[in-house]
C-alpha cells in the first residue's frame, strides 16, 4: 500500500511539472495612437464667411479634454483631461474627442468666449496614428454695446447694465467710460438663461433715470448688438441678432427721457 501510495505521488509531481513548464498565453493589448487637433470656428461675424483658425499654444492650455467611446453598446468616458494633451495611446477601438476652452460656469465676463466641439468617431489601429480634428465654435453668447456720439448731450453719466434674472449681483457693466462711440470696445459673454438689461443714467438736471429696457434669453452662437442713440431729450436703442453669419435684425425704438 505504502509503495502504490508512494508511485501515484510521483505520477502527480510528473504532471504537476508538466504544467508548470507549459507556456501560458500572453493576453496582449492591441494599442494604437490618437492625435488630437483642435480648431476654432468663429462663426458669429456680420456677414462675413466662416474663419476657422487653429489657436496658438498659449490658448491650448486652457482647453480641457474629454475622451469618449462604446462599451457594450454603452458611451462611456474613456478619460478626461483638465489640460490640453495632444495624443494618447488607446486599444483599439472607435473613439470621439470632446474639447471646451472653459469650463461652464453662468457668471458673465468680457472678452472670454466658450469653445466647445466634438470630433467624428476616429478608428483606432494598432500601431498606427489617427487624428481627431475637433472644430470648436462659441458655445455661450455675445453681447456688444454701442453708445451714439451725442448721447451725451442729453446725460452727464449713462451705462447699461446686463444682469443675470437668477443671481442680479452677477452683471456686466457697459457705460461711458469702457465702452467707444459707435463701435463696440467690449463683449460681454453669457450663457443661456434669462438676461435682465438696464439703462442708469444722470440727466443733465443731476436727475438720475433708470429703465428696465429688455428682458430676454440668448441662445448659444447668437450676437445681440445694442447700438444705443440719443436724439433730442430722448434716446433710442435698437437691437440686432446676428446667428452664424446670418442676421436675424430685431429693431425696438425705446423712449430714454431724461427728464423722466
Not at 113 to 127: C, E
Not at 157 to 181: P, Q, V
Not at 230 to 236: D, E, I, L, R
Amino acid at each position: 500500500m505504502k509503495n502504490r501510495l508512494t508511485y501515484l505521488l510521483a505520477i502527480g509531481g510528473i504532471l504537476m511539472a508538466s504544467c508548470d513548464e507549459t507556456e501560458q498565453p500572453v493576453n496582449e493589448t492591441k494599442q494604437g495612437t490618437i492625435s488630437i487637433q483642435v480648431e476654432k470656428e468663429n462663426s458669429m461675424v456680420v456677414l462675413e464667411t466662416k474663419i476657422v483658425t487653429k489657436p496658438t499654444k498659449e490658448d491650448l492650455t486652457n482647453f480641457k479634454i474629454k475622451i469618449d467611446t462604446y462599451k457594450s453598446d454603452v458611451l462611456t468616458t474613456e478619460g478626461d483631461w483638465e489640460n490640453y494633451i495632444s495624443s494618447k495611446d488607446l486599444d483599439e477601438g472607435e473613439y470621439k474627442v470632446n474639447a471646451t476652452s472653459t469650463m461652464i460656469s453662468k457668471t458673465p465676463v468680457f472678452n472670454a468666449p466658450r469653445y466647445q466641439g466634438a470630433s467624428d468617431f476616429v478608428n483606432i489601429v494598432d500601431g498606427k496614428l489617427s487624428t481627431a480634428t475637433i472644430a470648436c465654435t462659441i458655445a455661450n453668447s455675445r453681447i456688444s454695446v454701442a453708445f451714439d456720439e451725442n448721447f451725451g448731450d442729453a446725460f452727464k453719466t449713462y451705462s447699461i447694465e446686463i444682469l443675470r434674472k437668477e443671481n442680479a449681483e452677477e452683471k456686466l457693466i457697459f457705460n461711458s467710460e469702457n465702452t467707444n462711440h459707435t463701435t463696440e470696445s467690449l463683449y460681454g459673454y453669457f450663457e443661456s438663461e434669462e438676461l435682465i438689461v438696464n439703462f442708469i443714467g444722470i440727466n443733465n438736471a443731476d436727475e438720475q433715470v433708470t429703465k428696465t429696457l429688455k428682458t430676454f434669453t440668448p441662445n448659444a452662437k447668437e450676437w445681440h448688438k445694442f447700438n444705443i442713440s440719443a436724439v433730442a431729450t430722448s434716446g433710442k436703442i435698437d437691437f440686432e441678432i446676428s446667428i452664424d453669419d446670418t442676421i436675424t435684425e430685431i429693431s425696438e425704438d425705446i423712449e430714454i427721457d431724461p427728464f423722466e
